[in-house]
C-alpha cells in the first residue's frame, strides 16, 4: 500500500490531493479570482498561494484522515507553469520531504492531467485532446512517449477565452470561461470569426484580435449581443479544436478521445467532441471540473506511478521550469 | 454536350477521413474517386458551409495546379459544388505511411524507399517553387507507386497559394511533426527528404532558415540562454 500527496500550483488554482494506490483520499482546491476585466498576475497569485497553503495543507491532511508517517513520497508540480506560483508551491513540498523525511517526486503538470483523464475513465490508449489556460495539445502514446501530434502555435485556448472575457467584462467567478459557456446557451446569432487550422496545429491569436476589434462596435449597434458574441467564439474554436483532433484519429487510427485539462469540462465543446466520435463509431471520454480543472491529486496519482518505478527528484534538482515539453517525459509506468 | 453516367450509381465506401468519404465509383467509363465532404453535425451550419465552399474550391485549384506544373497528383475528373464532391483519378497505390510501418515492423533499413524519399523532397520543392502550400503535409497524404518508387500528392484541401516562405517552411514542419510522433524511429526519413528538397528547390536557403525559426515556435519549447 503506497499513499502520495499532491502539491498543484502552476496558475491560480492551489490544489492538494492525497491518493492511495489510485483511490482519491482528498482532493481540494482554492482558487484564486480577480476583479472582472482583470487577470492573475504571478505575483499576486504567488501571495496568495503562500497564504493559502498551510491552510489547505491541514485540511487535506484531516479529510484524508491519512498521518504523515504513512506516506510514501511528497509529489509537487515542476512544470509548466507560471514561475512564481511554482515555485511557492514547490518550497512547501521541499521542506515537508525534509521535515517529513520522505523522497520527493517532480511531476510534468500536462502528464499529470493525461494520467488522471486516463485513470478516472478509464480510456487504455485515446487521442488526448489538452486544453487549459496555457496549454493546448492533441497528444497520443506511443513508444514511452506522449507524442505532440498538434498544438496550439501562438496562445492557448483558455487564454483567448479569458481574454474575451475580460474585453466585455465578464465575471472571473469560478472562472470566465464557465461564464462565457452560460451566457453562449443564450446566443444564436453566429458572427464570423477567422478559423485557423495549419495541419494539425491551431492559432488563436488572430482569432482574439479580431473578436476584441468588432465586439465593441457589434454591441454597441445592438447587431449582435454579448451572449451571441460569446455563441460565435465557442462555436468557431471548438470546431477547430474538434477538427484537429479528429486529423489526429484519422492518423493514429484511435477509436478514444480522452479530453482533459480546465477547458474540458465546458459541455458545449463535449458535445460536439461527442457528435465527432459517433460519426467516426469512436468512444468519448470526458471527466468533470474535479479532475479537468488543476488539481492536487493528478500530480499525487501520478507522482505514485513515478515513484513505483523507481523515480524520485533530488533535493538539488527539485527546481521549477516554466517551459516542461509533454514528449520530454519517459513513460515508464506504460507498455 | 457530354452525357455523364450518374455517379451516385454504385458507389462504394473505400475510406472515412476527418472531414470526407471517399468512395470507389467510375465516370465517363473511367474508375474514379469521389471525395465528398459530408455535414459536420458538431460544427455551425455557416462555418460548415464556409470551410468546405473553400476547401473544395481550393483543393480542386491546387490540384489543377500541380498537374500544370508537374506535381504528380490524381486528375480531376469533375467537381460539384452543390453536393461538395470531387470526382478524381483512382491511383491504386498505397499510402507512404503503410510503407514506412510495414518497413519499421521488419525493422529494416530506410534504404529500400532511397528512391521515393528523394522524389517526395524533389516534388515538394516543385510545388513551394510555383507557390503551392499543400497544407496538410503528413505520410498519409503521399502515395507510392511501388513498381517505379514514385510518389503522388492527395488531399488538398487545407491548400493555398502563396509566395512566403513562412508559409513553405510550416508546410515542411508539418510534415516533419507527423514523420516524428507516428515513426519515432525512422526520423532520419525527414532530413533525407529535406536533402533532396534542398537540392531541387531554388529558394532553399530562405525557406530552411525559416524553418529552424518555426521550429523554436511551439509553446513549452525548452529554451537555452
Known amino acids: 500500500m503506497s499513499i502520495a500527496i499532491g502539491f498543484e500550483g502552476s496558475a491560480n488554482k492551489l490544489g492538494i490531493g492525497i491518493i492511495r494506490d489510485g483511490v482519491i483520499l482528498s482532493n481540494l482546491r482554492c482558487t484564486y479570482i480577480t476583479p472582472p476585466g482583470h487577470g492573475f498576475q504571478p505575483k499576486f497569485t504567488a501571495i496568495h498561494h503562500r497564504s493559502e497553503i498551510i491552510d489547505l495543507l491541514q485540511r487535506s491532511l484531516k479529510t484524508a484522515g491519512v ?34 523525511g520522505k523522497p520527493l517526486v517532480g511531476v510534468n503538470h500536462c502528464i499529470a492531467h493525461i494520467e488522471m483523464g486516463r485513470h478516472v475513465t478509464g480510456a487504455s490508449d485515446p487521442t488526448v485532446l489538452y486544453v487549459s489556460g496555457g496549454n493546448t495539445q492533441v497528444i497520443a502514446y506511443s513508444n514511452r512517449k506522449y507524442r505532440i501530434f498538434g498544438e496550439t502555435i501562438d496562445i492557448a485556448v483558455g487564454n483567448c477565452l479569458d481574454r474575451f472575457a475580460r474585453v466585455i467584462k465578464l465575471s472571473n467567478d469560478p472562472s470566465p470561461g464557465y461564464n462565457i459557456e452560460q451566457l453562449a446557451k443564450q446566443g444564436n446569432r453566429y458572427l464570423e470569426l477567422p478559423y485557423s487550422v495549419k495541419g494539425m496545429d491551431v492559432a488563436f491569436s488572430g482569432i482574439t484580435s ?89 500530480i499525487a496519482h501520478t507522482g505514485l506511478e513515478m515513484f513505483k518505478c523507481g523515480v524520485t527528484t533530488e533535493l538539488k534538482d527539485s527546481w521549477c521550469t516554466q517551459r516542461y515539453r509533454t514528449d520530454e517525459v519517459d513513460i515508464l509506468w506504460r507498455d | ?67 500544370t506544373i508537374g506535381v504528380r497528383t490524381p486528375l480531376v475528373y469533375h467537381t460539384d459544388l452543390d453536393t461538395h464532391k470531387l470526382y478524381l483519378e483512382l491511383l491504386p497505390h498505397p499510402l507512404l505511411n503503410d510503407l514506412i510501418s510495414s518497413l519499421e515492423a521488419r525493422e529494416q533499413q530506410s534504404a529500400d524507399i532511397t528512391d521515393t524519399i528523394r522524389d517526395v523532397g524533389r516534388q515538394i520543392a516543385l510545388m513551394h517553387d510555383n507557390d503551392v502550400i499543400h497544407g ?87 529554451m537555452i540562454g
Not at chain 1, 72 to 94: D, E, F
Not at chain 1, 280 to 290: H, I, S
Not at chain 2, 23 to 42: A, D, G, Q, T
Open chain 1, 67 to 100: 498521518d504523515p508517517k504513512d506516506i510514501s513520497c511528497v509529489c509537487y508540480t515542476k512544470g509548466p507553469g507560471m514561475g512564481a506560483p511554482l515555485v511557492s508551491v514547490a518550497v512547501v513540498a521541499r521542506t515537508l520531504s525534509q521535515l517529513w
Open chain 1, 210 to 298: 479580431h473578436i476584441e476589434s468588432v465586439a465593441v462596435k457589434a454591441m454597441e449597434s445592438g447587431e449582435y449581443t454579448k451572449a451571441d458574441l460569446c455563441f460565435s467564439l465557442q462555436e468557431t474554436i471548438f470546431a477547430m479544436l474538434v477538427e484537429v483532433t479528429e486529423r489526429a484519429m484519422a492518423h493514429t487510427g484511435s477509436q478514444e478521445v480522452l479530453i482533459v485539462g480546465g477547458v474540458g469540462c465546458n459541455e458545449r465543446l463535449q458535445d460536439m467532441m461527442r457528435q465527432m466520435c459517433n460519426e467516426r463509431g469512436a468512444k468519448l471520454c470526458a471527466t468533470d471540473e474535479r479532475y479537468c480543472i488543476d488539481n492536487g491529486a493528478m
Open chain 2, 1 to 67: 454536350m457530354i452525357s455523364m453516367e450518374c455517379p451516385s450509381m454504385n458507389q462504394e465506401l473505400f475510406k472515412q477521413g476527418a472531414e470526407a468519404r471517399i468512395y470507389k465509383s467510375s465516370i465517363f467509363n473511367k474508375p474514379c474517386i469521389v471525395k465528398e465532404r459530408f455535414l459536420k453535425c458538431y460544427r455551425h451550419p455557416t462555418l460548415h458551409k464556409k470551410l468546405s465552399d473553400k476547401r473544395m474550391i481550393q483543393e480542386a485549384r491546387s490540384l489543377v495546379r500541380c498537374h
Open chain 2, 136 to 222: 496538410d503535409l503528413t505520410t498519409l497524404n503521399i502515395l507510392v507507386d511501388i513498381k517505379s518508387g514514385d510518389s503522388y500528392f492527395i488531399d488538398f484541401g487545407l491548400s493555398s497559394v502563396s509566395s512566403l516562405s513562412e508559409d513553405k517552411a510550416v508546410d515542411l514542419y508539418v510534415l516533419e511533426r507527423a514523420i516524428t510522433s507516428s515513426h519515432p524511429k525512422m526520423s532520419q526519413l525527414f532530413t533525407d527528404i529535406l536533402t533532396s528538397y534542398a537540392q531541387y528547390s531554388s529558394k532553399t536557403a530562405k525557406t530552411l532558415n525559416k524553418l529552424k525559426e518555426v521550429r523554436q515556435r511551439g509553446r513549452k519549447r525548452i
